[in-house]
């Protein structure tokens, strides 16, 4: 208990300590009992004997440093006593105070008792309670798990009318014509389309009245809903402004949803085909006379038929109106029908697929054919502008038939034929039966039978023009006036679209790399020579063969020179246009080859008649110099004697220095000049090699002639050929140059 009071020294019993005169701690051993100790001896080994270095020693040290108590032998005495006292009132402080707390423990207890007794009583009320409520709250847990049923069925019911129920103010939105076609009766729509769907899901229960039931009453709300669009695009049609770029999104968004009813659909695309045909047929009224149809002058509209005294400007404003009205009319179209995709493209095939005639239809048959936007459109184009192209057609043709002149009924059909080819790339090719193209086709045949027509009847009147043959042997005047239509034809077809520009042939570098593209060059070209064909057989043949039976009534070399003058004249005119006239050309410089051939033949009888050689040429010719008998026989040869060699000789002498330029003389109307020379070159060196063959001749004749006369005299032996006809084959071909 000592332990426990504050700064207080436990210390060694008293009887201990006092043992010896000098150390009371230290005690006395069994063998120094009995005999007197040393009192500094036995302080030492007490001394020596005491452990410093145990902490309960130092701490005791410590205590009595704290205390500051003096080393007197006073001090050592009470410190005993004090110390226990200290430890006696410590203890008794302590039981004090587990006194106290004592107290508060009977206290709680007293506490609890009086708990367990009250938690007893409570608990014979909450039994007794318990036995008395308990039928009450089996009632109250029915009735609540009925609550939660009732709860669970009603947010089912709430659900299912939500979602499988239209409202009264939905159905009045979907079917009253009152009510406005806006964003809230698309979404109703969409939500009725959607219980119709959803309602399979009901169908495939035991019990189908619901379903069968919800899904009648769903599908006379989206008939009624879908006749109540059909008559407000109907209305919205007879007020709609194609020519406004801001079309209202409120009809292109009907339209996508009316095309799940393919026949309501189709009934509005004619309502809309009639009224926009009449529409377009009372505009075009209107720009071809600055009036409307009733009547009413429109001074801000200049007329087309102002201009009506030039058939091409008149037909080409009517073409060109009409290409704009149908360029402005598919883009709003477009707009309108096609821009959103393939929205009605599917909305059409859906609704085919819903109609009931397709849900009859046996499974093997095929289905109706797929909806195609692109084609319905050009369908609907052309529904529209028909109108426009009737009246168009009729004026065209009063101008094709009113038409006089060749040139201008040419200018007309190759309009047409622009004008076909654009209208077909912008409506479409594959719709035959389109009346534009069909109209554009028409027209186009008529104006070409007026061209023949036109052409023929001039033909007619040149057979007297036929007979005369010009004295300088030049083209006569029909020629070259059809030569001048056929160049102005020439160049309209060309600046046309059906003869576009060719394309760039390919170098000898990158030619393996472009064979494909010079393929597709070589069959367009072929493709247009093919179709111009026709015009040259019309415009150009008729003159030509007129030509060339005036060159049978003439003698040669007038009827080469005269066939080849009109063949360089047409050359001329065909050549800048050989991409589409390059048989033609062909067959003319072969022809034209064919009558040069004939005039060299002509020169070259000239000359060898004005030479004086023609017995000779004629009697050597057959004879060969590698034949010593066809040389043994040149001396027997009457042109080989010395008298007509002398004379073939003088003739030729006479002949030459002038031979090029008579040669030349006899082809002066020949317009050709550069012809004409190489004419009389071909003609000279034919010539000339004749005469070589003559000359070689004739040098052999002479040696043969020396080995035979071999041991006669000088003043026997004959004149060599050589001597009596001195001119060489180089002196001739130099004079002939």
Known sequence: MASKGPGLLQLPPRDAALSGPLSPGIPLSPGQSSRTTNPISSKITSVLSTSYADSEFREALALLDERRIGNSAETRRQLRLDVQKEVIDSNG?????????????????????????????????????????????????????????????????????????????????????????????????????????????????????LGLEIMDQTAKNLNHAFQK????????????????????????????????????????????????????????????????????KDHSVKPIELAAHDSLRYVGDMLAWAHSATVSEREALEVLFVSDGNEIAKGMQEGRENELWSLMADEGEEGPPEFDAVKALNELVDRDVSGAARILRQRI???????????????????????????????????????????????????????????????????????HTPADLGPPDFLQEALKQLSAIMQTYETSLASSTPKARPTSKHAKGEESESGEESSEEEEADDEFQPILAESFDPFLAGCENMARRLSAPSSSIFVLNCLLAAQSTLQPYVRFTSRRLARLRATAADHASKLADSQYKSLVSESSLAPLFSALGPLRGDSRADVARIATLDPAQPEA????????????????????????????ARLAREVTEDAAERFCADFEHVEELLVLADELRGQGAEGHGDEDREPSLRALFPRTAGEVRVLLS
């Open 397 to 467: 043709e009063q101008v094709i038939q009113a038409n006089e002149e060749t040139i201008l009924a040419y200018k007309l059909a190759n309009l047409l034929s622009f004008y076909k080819f654009t209208f077909s790339r912008l409506l479409g090719g594959d719709n035959p039966d389109a009346v534009l193209l069909q109209s554009m086709a028409n027209l186009e045949s008529e104006a070409l039978r007026q061209f023949r027509s036109l052409m023929r009847d001039h033909i007619a009147t040149l057979q007297g023009e036929f007979q």
């Open 229 to 296: 669009l059909y008559r407000w695009i109907q209305k919205e049609f007879k007020t709609l402004n194609l020519e406004n770029p801001q079309i209202h999104s409120s009809v292109r968004r009907a339209l996508r949803v009316l095309a799940e009813r393919p026949s309501l659909f189709q009934t509005c695309l004619d309502f809309f085909a009639e009224a926009r045909q009449q529409i377009l047929s009372d505009s075009f009224y209107l720009a071809l006379t600055g009036a409307s149809a009733s009547g009413a």
């Open 93 to 209: 402080q302590i039981i004090s105070e587990f006194g106290r707390v004592a107290d508060q423990l009977r206290r709680i207890g007293a506490t609890i008792d009086r708990l367990n007794k009250s938690y007893q009583e409570m608990k014979s009320h909450v039994t007794a309670s318990h036995d008395a409520t308990k039928d009450m709250i089996q009632e109250a847990s029915s009735l609540m798990t009925q609550k939660k049923n009732v709860e669970t069925k009603q947010q089912l019911l709430t659900a299912f009318r939500e979602h499988f129920v239209l409202t009264d103010d939905e159905v009045a939105s979907l079917t009253l014509t009152s009510e406005p076609v806006d964003d809230r009766f698309f979404a109703v729509l969409a939500k009725a389309k959607r219980i119709r769907k959803d309602c399979e899901v009901l169908l495939g229960f035991e019990n189908q009245t």
């Open 645 to 672: 060699l002398v004379g073939a000789s003088q003739g030729l002498d006479d002949f030459l220095p002038s031979a090029i330029m008579d040669a030349l003389e006899n082809l002066k109307n020949l317009q050709d």
